[in-house]
């Protein structure tokens, strides 16, 4: 059972413009998310986190926000840059499990220049 | 800092035989490491939570006589895949987290794994 889905798996922005890379999951327990990224034949890179306590986290071009009704995240990257272009995970975690990270199948941006 | 590394990073072997592979943390010490194993187009499996002198923590469906995890100190990692078949190819990743840091993993680069 998938608990945490990106239902995209494939995306392309043109430079310059914002990719908005979407993320849901099913068990309301989850109370940490993160974002990683991913190059092939590489191990992910962590990107940006947010716990459930905050609806958004901004770490320069990155912000996460969290929708904890809709159990929905999403990254946003502005401005799109050709070196973005990678395979994107979103991760989350329920604390009271310990330290299990759920991960959803990924999301490949391409950012055409 | 908080850089990840894992040995070797493509390992091509026959069938029947064991494979090892080590991941460390070479800036900072790791009280526990994941493995993940990643199929293509597909997510990243948790395999197993390995934590600093004391037994490995399985996922359920994943064979502990089959992969065997050893975590001798802070900073290493051993995953090793005994009697390796043609399914087990795939791409295997382990993560640690710092000792007493936040909770993000931080990723080695992977270790391609092809039975052949």
């Known amino acids: 059972d998938q608990q945490v889905k990106q239902n995209s798996p494939s995306l392309s922005v043109q430079e310059g413009r914002i990719s908005i890379l979407n993320c849901d999951y099913t068990?309301?327990?989850?109370?940490?998310f993160l974002w990683y990224k991913k190059y092939p034949a590489e191990g992910p890179t962590f990107l940006i986190s947010?716990?459930?306590?905050?609806d958004k986290n901004e770490d320069g071009r990155f912000t996460v926000f969290l929708n904890k009704s809709a159990k929905h995240l999403s990254l946003h990257i502005v401005p799109s840059q050709p070196g973005d272009s990678a395979v994107y995970f979103c991760a989350a975690r329920a604390s009271n499990t310990g330290n299990q990270f759920y991960f959803g199948t990924g999301t490949s941006l391409t950012v055409i220049p | 800092g908080a850089v990840v590394s894992q040995h070797p990073s493509w390992v091509i072997c026959k069938s029947g035989t064991s494979v090892k592979i080590e991941c460390r943390s070479l800036d900072f010490q790791a009280t526990t490491m994941f493995w993940y194993r990643q199929f293509p187009k597909q997510s990243l499996m948790l395999m197993a939570t390995?934590?600093?002198?004391?037994?490995?923590?399985?996922e359920q469906g994943v064979e502990k006589d089959k992969f065997l995890i050893n975590h001798a100190s802070l900073t290493l990692s051993t995953l090793t895949v005994t009697s390796a078949h043609p399914e087990d190819s795939s791409f295997y990743i382990c993560?640690?987290?710092?000792?007493?840091?936040?909770?993000?993993?931080?990723f080695g680069p992977g270790t391609r794994l092809t039975v052949l």
């Open positions: 068990n309301s327990m989850f109370d940490y």
């Open positions: 993560s640690a987290i710092l000792a007493g840091g936040s909770d993000t993993q931080y």
């Open positions: 947010i716990s459930s306590i905050k």
């Open positions: 390995s934590n600093e002198g004391s037994k490995a923590t399985y």
